[in-house]
């Protein structure tokens, strides 16, 4: 089964930047659709981004657009989240997620594979 690993999470100060990445085992990353969903204490997990395996179009939640951007390489094995003027309100527990099929509908339960995610705390 495929195994992902997050990493890059910590303690930032209000407008500060952190780059998450996602490593994941296997040699079929490619084909997979991946995504970045989050947890806030006392919340459910949402959808943050999310990146095609063709790379073609990007997707955004509304609350993050134009301050993350989320990318993969490929060639190794690796998704990111930049994540640039953060906010208190981001802080959550962000996991990488995996669409083995690859539908593109971006669902929590169209993911096949999770992290055990990396914590994100943006103080005021």
């Known amino acids: 089964q495929v195994q992902l690993v997050e990493s890059g999470g910590g303690l930032v100060q209000a407008g500060g930047s952190l780059r998450l990445s996602c490593a994941a085992s296997g040699r079929a990353f490619s084909s997979y659709g991946m995504g970045w969903f989050r947890q806030a204490p006392g919340k459910e997990r949402e959808f943050v981004a999310a990146i095609p395996r063709s790379s073609g179009y990007l997707y955004y939640a509304t609350s993050v657009k134009g301050r993350f951007t989320i990318s993969r390489d490929n060639a190794k094995n690796t998704v990111y989240l930049q994540m640039n003027s953060l906010k208190p309100e981001d802080t959550a527990v962000y996991y990488c997620?995996?669409?083995?099929?690859?539908?593109?509908?971006?669902?929590?339960?169209?993911?096949?594979?999770w992290g055990k995610g990396t914590l994100v705390t943006v103080s005021s």
């Open positions: 997620a995996a669409d083995r099929k690859a539908l593109g509908t971006w669902t929590y339960s169209a993911m096949d594979y």
